[in-house]
């Protein structure tokens, strides 16, 4: 594994944890040689990481749209910088870059990311890992609700297990190296069952 992108909030939250977890995080990524991908913001979350992977030694990689280059929150140390046109672009982008993808606390922002890229690899469109790093707790309600989900049979158990979910970010990273794709979701008449 080469690149993961990480999503997480532009802000640091109420707990020291969070912004801990992003520290631990990015010191992992560096141990591993991987090269972070984000959303190129210097405040919150994802300051803190992109922070900790440049001062460890590490590559940064951020992907920022022009609106938001524009408003001066775009950090001005990382390996490189790409401006996008769009947040749908910034996705794209960073979602074609990844080998695998995180999900660190964060607002609705980092939860629509995570989302789509849970989505599009329930569909086929990708094969990576997915993973949310649980730090505080911070998402055990959204964990329960993808079992709520699947009681409901809105998810199938197979699709549910896509999303691995640790609080340590070593572990994360080593369930990543394992990490096998279900079948694609389909809609056939005996999928429905």
């Known amino acids: 594994m080469k690149r993961v992108t990480v999503f997480c909030g532009s802000r640091v939250g109420t707990a020291e944890e969070y912004k801990e977890g992003a520290i631990a995080l990015g010191r992992e990524l560096v141990k591993r040689g991987i090269t972070l991908v984000y959303g190129g913001g210097s405040v919150g979350l994802m300051g803190v990481i992109a922070n900790t992977v440049l001062k460890e030694g590490g590559e940064v990689i ?51 990311e995570l989302v789509e890229i849970f989505t599009w690899g329930q569909l086929g469109l990708h094969e990576k890992p997915l993973g949310l790093l649980n730090i505080h707790d911070f998402y055990d309600p959204l964990i329960q609700f993808f079992d709520h989900m699947t009681t409901e049979q809105f998810l199938k158990e197979k699709h549910r297990q896509m999303v691995l979910v640790e609080s340590d970010p070593a572990r994360l990273l080593e369930q990543f190296s394992t990490y096998e794709a279900p079948e694609v979701k389909t809609y056939l008449e005996e999928d429905q069952i």
Do not use: N, Q, W, Y
Not at 64 to 73: A, D, S
Not at 75 to 99: G, N, P
């Open 62 to 112: 951020g992907i920022i749209p022009r609106f938001l280059e524009e408003r001066e929150i775009s950090h001005i140390s990382l390996t490189e910088l790409h401006i996008v046109e769009s947040m749908h672009e910034r996705k794209a982008k960073m979602a074609d870059l990844a080998d695998g993808f995180i999900a660190m606390p964060g607002g609705p922002g980092t939860l629509e």
